[in-house]
């Protein structure tokens, strides 16, 4: 049985910085694409990082990510993480991991419908 647990959320002023962490289980982080995910209420759920399943390829919107936000995987934790810095106050939300299996050799932040599997969530909030 497929499951992602999020965690390491919290609360930061902007300019700060979290790491957040997706434990997986069920199946292994080395052969399937991984994403993180943002939730706003009354939003959309958008795309800001995921990483193939075979390491050699990342993507991030830039459009608003930036070069803030980094990927990676310890393949012997079996474990996703989000590296979020800079943060701003837009950033606040949800955050969610989902796993895309066709996604080995390359993965994207804008075909949801890759991914099969998703996380409950961490919240992060960034106040003033």
């Known amino acids: 049985q497929v499951q992602l647990v999020e965690s390491g959320g919290g609360l930061v002023q902007p300019g700060g910085s979290l790491t957040l962490s997706c434990a997986a289980s069920?199946?292994?982080?080395?052969?399937?694409?991984l994403g993180w995910f943002r939730q706003v209420p009354g939003g959309d759920r958008e795309g800001v990082a995921c990483?193939?399943?075979?390491?050699?390829?990342?993507?991030y919107p830039w459009s608003f990510v930036k070069g803030r936000f980094t990927i990676a995987k310890d393949s012997a934790r079996n474990t996703v993480y989000l590296r979020l810095n800079n943060l701003e106050p837009d950033d606040t939300g949800v955050y969610i991991c989902?796993?895309?299996?066709?996604?080995?050799?390359?993965?994207?932040?804008?075909?949801?419908?890759?991914?099969?599997?998703w996380g409950q969530g961490t919240q992060v909030t960034v106040y003033s």
């Open positions: 989902a796993r895309a299996p066709a996604a080995y050799d390359d993965c994207s932040v804008y075909q949801q419908s890759q991914y099969v599997d």
């Open positions: 069920g199946f292994s982080v080395d052969s399937d694409g």
């Open positions: 990483i193939s399943g075979n390491d050699l390829a990342t993507s």
